[in-house]
């Protein structure tokens, strides 16, 4: 599985090298992609906590800080020529979009039109090259105001889970 998010936060992996790790986000992914069997542990915000993933792959749609902590469509378009080079060397099963901005990304590096498929929270979508889920971004604003909850969240990692164990 890789998941993709949108780009690195200014108190997560930009500071610490490592997605997710030191942010209100990761918190809930790594805890989550652990209960699944994705991740040796938990995680820390600690980058050298020794956390391995186990047939997962976390990453970004834009690799620098954005303005704002969001990207803007012509950062998107920059980095994702990076984005289409980790999809082809990884070639993943299964692809986690965190969010719109994401899964318009995943579009866009396997060449897709943008209209191809919508997102929708806890949607799947059968791609040429492999099969796209969303869910909304772990991120505070959406856990603190509920659009996203662990619940939520734990279901679509167990869907994938449960995806990728029936079609080894």
Known sequence: ???????????GANRTGRPFTGDHAGILLYKTLHG??????????DPRDGLELIDCRVTNAVK??????KPHPDEVRRCNRYLAVELAAVRPRAVLALG???HRAVLMAFGLPQGRTRFAHHAVHEL?????????????????????????FEAVIRDIATFLRGSR
């Open 36 to 45: 699944q069997g994705f991740a040796s542990h938990e995680g820390t915000a």
């Open 128 to 152: 040429p090259a492999t099969t796209l889920f969303d869910s909304y971004h772990c991120s505070r604003y959406n856990t603190q105001t509920k659009r996203l909850t662990a619940r939520m």
């Open 1 to 11: 599985m890789l998941v993709v998010g949108l780009a690195p936060g200014l108190h």
């Open 100 to 102: 719109a901005i994401a």
């Open 64 to 69: 620098c800080l954005p303005p704002q902590n």
